[in-house]
């Protein structure tokens, strides 16, 4: 049961270098979410996508991208790295379509540094 | 507005202890969702319990119980008998009426010493 699959787990890069972090899930999920966690601020969404080809802003998009690549997989690309992007990257999928309690099921998170 | 405060930033209890973690939300939707999440240092969250809010019923999960009350927009979440591997950061998180997203509480840190 391999849930949701964040890679990859660890990564350092320089200010002003370009990453993508992959996100894949076998649960058969219409909804997919990417958050960032920062201490004292607690999780904040970046992007989310409610359906496969539909992507939205969460509170934190500037300095990110998203492609929600098929029903499975949804990334997250930062373009430009910056030391404030330094943050742990949690994606999360959820069932969406039997009812608006459903929760979303988290990835073991992408600890990303950015010097 | 939709909002979620974990007022309680840390707390520190010793094993075997009980303890509470408060979440309050508001809401002006009569339909809304109420989730807890736990994050232990290993970093992972997991789903811990949801609430629809048409069911004020209490539940109780081995020595975990939530108590929802809509009276005071509470969602109150008890470990009894506390234990060393119960030290975690727990999240409250609601989602309410047509909101695609969930509303996050900051989370209370829980330190359970031997």
């Known amino acids: 049961n391999a849930g949701v699959t964040q890679t990859p787990k660890f990564q350092v890069l320089k200010t002003g270098q370009s990453m993508t972090l992959q996100c894949a899930q076998d649960?058969?999920?219409?909804?997919m979410y990417w958050y960032r966690q920062d201490p004292g601020m607690g999780l904040r969404l970046i992007y989310y996508?409610?359906?496969?080809?539909?992507?939205d802003k969460g509170e934190v998009p500037n300095g990110y991208n998203v492609s929600r690549l098929n029903k499975r997989e949804f990334s997250l690309r930062l373009e430009s790295a910056a030391p404030s992007q330094t943050s742990v990257y949690f994606c999360?999928?959820?069932?969406?379509?039997?009812?608006?309690?459903?929760?979303?099921?988290f990835g073991d998170g992408t600890r990303l540094s950015i010097l | 507005a939709q909002k979620v405060t974990q007022a309680q930033t840390e707390i520190s209890v010793v094993e075997k202890e009980d303890v509470t973690l408060d979440c309050v939300y508001e809401?002006?939707?009569?339909?809304?969702?109420l989730f807890w999440y736990k994050q232990p240092p290993s970093g992972e969250l997991v789903f811990l319990i949801r609430?629809?809010?048409?069911d004020e019923q209490n539940e109780i999960s081995g020595r975990y119980s939530w108590n929802f009350q809509k009276s005071t927009s509470s969602f109150n979440f008890t470990i009894t008998a506390s234990q060393v591997v119960d030290s975690a950061v727990y999240f409250c998180?609601?989602?309410?009426?047509?909101?695609?997203?969930?509303?996050w509480g900051l989370g209370t840190s829980l330190a359970v010493n031997p």
């Open positions: 998180a609601l989602r309410a009426g047509n909101n695609r997203k969930l509303i």
């Open positions: 809401t002006r939707d009569t339909t809304y969702y």
């Open positions: 996508s409610a359906s496969e080809g539909t992507t």
């Open positions: 609430r629809n809010s048409f």
């Open positions: 999360a999928s959820r069932e969406g379509t039997r009812g608006r309690n459903q929760p979303q099921h």
């Open positions: 649960m058969n999920h219409n909804s």
